[in-house]
Antibody, heavy 122, light 108 residues
Framework: EVQLVESGGDLVQPGGSLRLSCAASGFTFSTYAMHWVRQAPGKGLLYVSAISSNGGSTYYENSVKGRFTISRDNSKNTLYLQMGSLRADDTAVYYC???????????????WGQGTMVTVSS | SYVLTQPPSVSVAPGQTARITCGGNNIGSKRVHWYQQKPGQAPVLVVYDDSDRPSGIPERFSGSNSGNTATLTISRVEAGDEADFYCQVWGNSSDQYVFGTGTKVTVL
């Protein structure tokens, strides 16, 4: 079955760190760009980060630049998001999504995981 | 940064046609994608590149894009179409992905 499964969401204190994972199956992971999108409770979708199919190029939305790091392990078919210096406004469901090209630019997101909840609170 | 504006809500009777707009400066020059998100679920791509449908998406879903407005049209609306809908573009001049504000479709 073609799917993405996120994990790693948790309750974390402000200033803390967390690593999210996204396990891919049912398709050739190494040929697709991958993305992270988040959604705060009751709010709309917000773009977070992207990585090209070979991991050689990355992109970050301004509010997470310098705090979050996206990476991938194509041998394990897994995408990661290392999150640091977490703030209350990072609280959201984090979705991984597959882009419909090898590059991370100008993609549509044609496959989404079920999401993992990150709560930043003391 | 590039802004996409959608109406907060659209109401439609079963069997009728729902039209959801997505406004942006010269959006007609960009490739627009549309997502459907039902409560408690992940988004699903329903239209990409303005008017193409992924496999498995009913022909009742169609899209258009011109000038400053893109439109998602849902024909012969069914109760199961109730959801939030988001448009999305790649704002190439500012090198960023942008989602619209979202539209809640209610089937009366």
């Amino acid at each position: 079955e073609v799917q993405l499964v996120e994990s790693g969401g948790d309750l974390v204190q402000p200033g803390g760190s967390l690593r999210l994972s996204c396990a891919a199956s049912g398709f050739t992971f190494s040929t697709y760009a991958m993305h992270w999108v988040r959604q705060a409770p009751g709010k709309g979708l917000l773009y977070v980060s992207a990585i090209s199919s070979n991991g050689g190029s990355t992109y970050y939305e301004n509010s997470v630049k310098g705090r979050f790091t996206i990476s991938r392990d194509n041998s394990k078919n897994t995408l990661y998001l290392q999150m640091g210096s977490l703030r209350a406004d990072d609280t959201a469901v984090y979705y991984c999504a597959r882009g419909n090209s090898p590059s991370w630019r100008n993609d549509a997101f044609d496959l989404w995981g079920q999401g993992t909840m990150v709560t930043v609170s003391s | 940064s590039y802004v996409l504006t959608q109406p907060p809500s659209v109401s439609v009777a079963p069997g009728q046609t729902a039209r959801i707009t997505c406004g942006g400066n010269n959006i007609g020059s960009k490739r627009v994608h549309w997502y459907q998100q039902k409560p408690g679920q992940a988004p699903v791509l329903v239209v990409y590149d303005d008017s193409d449908r992924p496999s498995g998406i009913p022909e009742r879903f169609s899209g258009s894009n011109s000038g400053n407005t893109a439109t998602l049209t849902i024909s012969r609306v069914e109760a199961g179409d109730e959801a939030d809908f988001y448009c999305q573009v790649w704002g190439n001049s500012s090198d960023q992905y942008v989602f619209g504000t979202g539209t809640k479709v209610t089937v009366l």
